[in-house]
């Protein structure tokens, strides 16, 4: 049974660029959370999707946007990069069935803005 | 605001040695704790987690008490291994009632170094 699996491993852009970052949760998943890892920083909460809807949002600017597709996939997409969206973007997915549901995060994409 | 603050890196230890590594939380409403490990190259797994107060959790040889009068989840291990060299990270969730549902806030990370 594979966990979550994101693409792609690791992306270098350049800054004003867009990127498109995918992740597909494990099986049986309907939900799927974005998280962004600064270097030497502890992961924050982009958004959460379920049901094709975003249900949660953090404290990111609208350059951040996201989309989930019938199979429950996801993709996160950034708008107008900065160097300061330099990081590791963890996508994490779940069952939606009560706030204790466990996470299962996937290995991340590495995203460098030159 | 809802935030986790936990002791600074890194930690070195000695195998064989007692691990403690210090996590003390603010949150609004009743949140359910919880430490990750992310170990080189890899995603974060749960590592245990405590879903109200007095609650203990437990793997792995790993252990963390909930404490809401402290508002503390500090993270033991008896005797580490090399193998548990990682970065930790505590993090909270809010229960619904409070928002935020099933979204985790962490802290920075702290990362652990075991030498034999």
């Known amino acids: 049974d594979a966990g979550v699996t994101q693409s792609p491993t690791h992306l270098i852009k350049t800054r004003g660029q867009q990127v498109t970052l995918r992740c597909s949760p494990k099986?049986?998943?309907?939900?799927v959370s974005w998280y962004q890892q600064a270097l030497g920083q502890g992961p924050q909460f982009i958004f959460q999707?379920?049901?094709?809807?975003?249900?949660q949002r953090g404290n990111f600017p609208d350059r951040f946007s996201g989309h989930q597709f019938p199979n429950y996939s996801s993709e996160l997409n950034v708008n107008a990069l900065l160097l300061g969206d330099s990081a590791l973007y963890l996508c994490?997915?779940?069952?939606?069935?009560?706030?204790?549901?466990?996470?299962?995060f996937g290995s991340g994409t590495q995203l460098s803005v030159l | 605001g809802n935030s986790v603050t936990q002791m600074e890196g890194p930690v070195t230890l000695s195998e064989e040695a007692f691990l403690t590594i210090n996590c003390t939380y603010t949150a609004t409403g009743y949140p359910s704790l919880f430490w990750y490990v992310q170990y080189p190259g890899e995603g974060l797994q749960l590592l245990l987690k405590a879903t109200k107060a007095d609650d203990k959790g437990s793997n792995k040889g790993f252990e963390a008490t909930y404490r809401k009068e402290t508002t503390s989840f500090h993270l033991e291990k008896g005797s580490v291994q090399v193998s548990d060299s990682a970065v930790y990270f505590c993090?909270?969730?809010?229960?619904?009632?409070?928002?935020?549902?099933?979204?985790?806030?962490f802290g920075a990370g702290t990362r652990l170094a075991v030498h034999p």
């Open positions: 993090a909270l969730s809010l229960t619904p009632f409070s928002g935020g549902y099933n979204k985790l806030i």
């Open positions: 999707y379920y049901e094709e809807e975003e249900r």
């Open positions: 994490a997915s779940s069952y939606n069935r009560g706030p204790y549901e466990k996470l299962f």
């Open positions: 099986s049986g998943h309907d939900t």
